[in-house]
């Protein structure tokens, strides 16, 4: 079992920055490969980005490459997704989610999901 709590979100003007964290509990972190969506009201959850166990592998949805950066620390079952550039485009819902494999960009292949952290991109 794995609880996954997220924590950053806020307001913040377009061009500016936040860094999300998600917070595991439990002593498998290291196992999962974890990721980031996103889900703006009206619209389905997308997937945001993803890495895997250890770290070497990342992935991320094509409007966010080059701004945001999915990172993890196993030592501090912690991932992050640093955002850069911020567009109100962005402005979503944030959820980290754990899946027992390889990071996909399918929701139900992620076996725990956190609450979510809104972001909240003003123009």
Do not use: H
């Amino acid at each position: 079992q794995v609880q996954l709590v997220e924590s950053g979100g806020g307001l913040v003007q377009a061009g500016g920055s936040l860094r999300l964290s998600c917070a595991a509990s439990g002593r498998t972190f290291s196992t999962y490969a974890m990721g980031w969506f996103r889900q703006a009201p009206g619209k389905e959850r997308e997937f945001v980005a993803g890495i895997d166990w250890s770290g070497s592998s990342t992935y991320y949805e094509d409007s966010v490459k080059g701004r945001f950066t999915i990172s993890r620390d196993n030592a501090k079952n912690t991932a992050y997704l640093q955002m850069n550039s911020l567009k109100p485009e962005d402005t979503a819902v944030y959820f980290c989610a754990a899946a027992s494999y390889a990071p996909t960009v399918v929701t139900g292949t992620y076996d725990y999901w956190g609450q979510g952290t809104q972001v909240t991109v003003s123009s």
